[in-house]
């Protein structure tokens, strides 16, 4: 039987619980685990801020993790279909916090959304880290 590859998509910044277990979870799903790491100037558009660090550090950080087989860069999210296509994926993985808006690349690919972990995220641990300064 042929590779199954599985593709995900994720800012990954200030790393933490949550985007490890999203990763290994992810990687279940087939043999070989792509990451496509949003790139600065799509979080400025996404999110109205940079991230705290860079996208070749966040790429550097997902891409030496051991369930994650290759890492590129995610320029848009219309681009969706196409980084599909070209990195041969037959399944791609989302938190539910994108439930339902990635539906409309089921003709590609399957498409699964798994549940986030509770109680973590980047925008809660920049607001703990400066408290503490
Ligand atoms: N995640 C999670 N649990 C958390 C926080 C994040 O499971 N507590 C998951 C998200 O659901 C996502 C991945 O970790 O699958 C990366 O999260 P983010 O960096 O917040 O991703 P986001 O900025 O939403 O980028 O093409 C879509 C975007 O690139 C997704």
């Not at 792509?34 to 940079?50: E, M, Q």
């Not at 990195?87 to 590609?108: E, I, P, T, Y």
Request: glycine residues 6%.
């Amino acid at each position: 039987m042929s590779e199954r590859t599985v593709i995900t998509f994720g800012t990954f910044d200030v790393f933490h619980v949550g985007h490890v277990r999203m990763l290994k979870r992810a990687a279940e799903h087939g043999d070989r685990l792509v990451v496509g790491v949003s790139a600065d100037a799509l979080n400025v558009r996404k999110k109205g801020r940079a991230p705290v660090f860079t996208e070749d550090e966040r790429m550097e950080i997902v891409s030496s993790l051991k369930v994650v087989d290759e890492v590129f860069l995610e320029e848009s999210l219309e681009q969706k279909r196409d980084y599909i296509v070209q990195h041969g994926a037959q399944v791609l993985v989302m938190g539910d916090d994108w439930a339902g808006k990635f539906d409309w690349v089921s003709d590609v690919c399957d498409v699964v959304y798994l549940p986030r972990t509770p109680s973590v995220s980047t925008t809660g641990l920049i607001e703990h880290i400066s408290t503490l300064a």
